[in-house]
């Protein structure tokens, strides 16, 4: 089989059945080593441009004259000429070329072209004697792949009976040093940044003399039409006076390649079937994906390492396509292994599927697909409390001990069904005897008796275990979602232990109700939007409503915002409502008779999840409210995961010249950084300080926070109003605004839309 691997590969490498893959990836090589040209050479086009505009082919030499002197003039430093001048034309003409290659004195080259004639022998095709007594010929032949026929080198030079040509980059470059035989060209050179310019256009005077001066000028086709062309790496199909001035850039930048081939490739892999011999059989499959995998990007990287830095040139297919029949060798020697191990793999995940790894205990599902039994069943879950705080802090294995000694210690604890329902969560089942109290005191020991001191890898942890209990379910599945909201009810009630009663159920189902009804409401159009003025405490006039969101269920009645904000939060669903709110408030107050504010709350959610700015973008643009008239209330959260997504998402909506307030100051997790780094206009006051004022310290609390936030520039709006005594207490220690139901109860935006067309607005209204 390896002796095989070895033929099949050297007949691929041989044949040029790789070639198409050590293209892509001679490509690619060189694409990661791209680096500049120098600005020093510049091809002269004889594109199809030139073409046209002249008119005629084959040119009149007289024209080649008068670009070489229009050239010389312009100052540059030589002129090579890719262009077959071996045979005679028009006397005039080759005489006015001549001429210009005199004044030239030396520094203009003509092409000459080696070939193999049928003897065997090389012929040159020089240029015309009198055009050679006035300019050195240069070799400009090009090698190409005898398989693929791709370009990719050139000789040096070549010598006949009249003496030894040189290549023409050889010529312009001047290497001091001496060069290999044949020239690999660099094509990591980008070739975008080689300077290109049209045959007419130097002609006729429309290039910069500038552009040309100090640089050397290569001569040559560029035309379809004219058909000197190469197929080469990277580039595809190049013009041939271009392919000489790369490879002149090849040699001004000193990078004298040389060409490896597959060799390399070719060694490795017969060293790693040598080593196949022995390791194939011991190692297992994915080890030898990886280990071939590692080896295959190890030799395209060293192979890209080594063109870029050492110049050598590595066929890298014979590499990979080696290692893709190894890997095939290791397939099939190792598939009946595969087989029997797949087949084990099975066994172990039957047994998987119903127990828990970890404690050998059944899992949740193992512990559902038990046989029924006859008669009802008692479920207690246990759970360990901060397991994932001391998983953060001590590490998985730590606490995976502490789980499998508590496991070992419920094995003892005489119930007949033990399952790990979740990551610290276990389920004890027995028989239900129908005693309630029972039940409770069963549970409860439980709790006593597991709860405390674990030792785990010289850590003492105290763990506090926390039951909920249920009875009477039909099914298992039945039986521990009871027992799971009764668990859950434990912990929001801080007791060790709680029973399943059927309004925990109806409390799920009323939340699970709200859940689906609420991703329908609005399609349905049963949210709408009420407003409280706001109120300027000095004048008493209506500066302003804030828009309060209202759900009317068809079922349910009227459901409180502060039942379904928080689960719309918990959703996302937040989102699209924050969405209906801005565009309905604005649409409102874009009708009002009286050009005042409406303030919308933004959940802290809206900020991580959706781009808000666009929002209001959009709620403006669409409603035609102007943006001093909308303010945005942020609330003080916990919730604020990335206070600077949130800071700059502020700066955005800022931009947009809306008002910006922080609504439920001192309620939060805000800081006094607050005042010096977010770009907020108003701070809306917790009516909680508002109300409780009965003491002294109650009222300095009030006074220091409006003091510090006009201290600041900040606007202060204090919500919970609910007697003169208040209004005028706020207005007295300086707050700016004033809310609540002292001046009005939320109104539906037509009772708004009354409200502001009374004379007397700043009288109070309910």
Known sequence: MATATMLVLLALTQTGMLASLDHRLTDWRLTIASHPVSDTTIVVEIDSASLAEIGVWPWPRGLHATLLDRLLAAGVDEVAFDIDFSSSSDPFDDALFTAALERAGGYAWLAAFAQTGADGQLYFSRPLPEFAAAADPVLVNVLLDPLTGTAHSLPIAATDAEGTIPALAVQLARVSGPLPDILEIDFSLDLAGLQRVSFTDILYGRVDPAILAGKQIIVGASAIELRDFFTVPRYGVIPGPVLQALTLETLKAGRVLTNLGSLPGTVIVFALVLISLFWLRKARLPVIFVALVAISLIGEALAALAFAQAGLMISTASLHMGLFLLLGLAVADNGYHHLQARRSAQQRLQFMATHDAATGLLSRQGLIELPPHATPQLLVLLQLQATDELRATLGHDVVENVIRQFAHRLSHAGFAEIARTAPSTFALANPDNGDADQMSRIARQLCSSLSGEYHADEHHLHVEIVAGYASGADSRDELLNRAEIALIQARADRVKARGFSPSDQTALDRHRQLDRDLRRALSRNQLRLNFQPQVDLRTRNIIGAEALMRWDHPELGSVSPTEFIPLAEETGLIVELGRWILREACQQAASWPSPITVA????????????????????????????????????E????????????VMWQLRKLGVRLAIDDFGTGYSS???????????????????????SAADRSLL????????????????????????????????CTYGQGYYFSRPISGTDLCDLLTQPAQREQTG
């Open 600 to 635: 919308v709350n933004v959940s802290p959610v809206q900020f991580h999840q959706a781009d808000i700015a666009v929002t209001v973008a959009a709620a403006l643009h669409r409603s035609g409210l102007p943006a001093s008239r909308l303010e945005l209330e942020i609330t």
């Open 637 to 648: 959260s916990s919730r604020v995961t990335d206070p600077a997504r949130v800071h700059a």
């Open 672 to 694: 006094l950084s607050y005042f010096r780094d977010l770009p907020f206009d108003l701070v809306k006051i917790d009516q909680s300080f508002v109300r409780d004022r009965t």
């Open 703 to 734: 006074a220091a926070i409006i003091d510090l936030s006009a201290k600041m520039d900040k606007l202060t709006i204090a919500e919970g109003v609910e007697d003169e005594n208040a209004a005028r207490l706020l207005a007295e220690m300086g």
